[in-house]
């Protein structure tokens, strides 16, 4: 199993939300988090390349405001091994606009999944 | 060592909190998140099978309203290999009400904690 | 590559997030959480090792209160294998003051990093 974890524009994720759903992936968790990539943070330029960032009004007093923390969110799901590929393959099609702050999918190892109401552990509480 | 991570409902983390306390596990770190299942959300029928979510205003303006992201805490702590078991047991005991909802545990592996206080590192860290 | 999972005090997190830029680790992602460790919370007493704490004042009605959850700041980067024990230090040198709440570090494994811009995958999508 794996822990699927993909950093998004906000106003994707009703599009990343659907792309999974008619994949076969309904089950997901949503997280509001806050983070910046290698350019570390975006500056006063940034509503020019991303106009959702106009809205960020707190970050962005003046022009040359350098914004230091970008709002973004933190979808979650647990898939099988074997449909790592069809999931990643799903995010990127549904988040890929070509500009920075497009966001990170990370795939990382998961020992066991247990379903509390049932008990059921491993592949069979994936989904 | 092992990450646990529970997600719960939001009533039910007084009781996961005690029954983690009272079988020697007091540390743990709590995150407010929204998810949903393989059943994709709940419908507006979800006050019948779960009285928690007839509180849930904001999702259900009309009896037909689907509830897409259901308000859930999630739970993590770290502990020892030899104390997964345990753990999930009292974690299903605590959160186990057989109706859908109930959430799910996962287990992951983690390969170092350091306690920042100390600097200790490994299984020393680990409580 | 590993994901370091660092549980701070809120007010290191801007000498935290300039000691990381500085060692040349600009990317971050933030997360609110509260939390409490082996100590199960801090009592009415708190205030006096953690001026910080004096501030929590929902937390804090009567000298006797007992603080169960205490919020934390949550820091997320993904690193390179070679780059860890670098980065436990930065964040043991930034955090680091001696008294209980310092916080702890974990290290846990990534399988795969996919970058969504260029769909860049692996060592190439670190940083």
Redesign the interface.
Known sequence: M??IV???RRHQVPAS?KAL?DAGF??????S????????GIGGWAAEIDPELSKVKPYMDAPETRI??IP?R?LTL?IQDKE?EKV?KV??EA???????????????????????T?ETGEA?V?
Do not use: S, Y
């Not at 988090?33 to 570390?40: A, D, F, I, P, Y």
């Open positions: 794996k822990e993909a950093f998004v939300k759903e309904p089950a997901l968790t949503i997280q988090v806050e983070g910046r990539g290698k350019q570390g230091n923390w973004k933190m647990i790592v990643v995010l990127l988040n890929q606009t070509g500009h920075m702050g497009d966001g990170k999918i990370f795939v990382c190892p998961v020992q066991d999944v247990i379903r509390v109401r008990a509480a989904i």
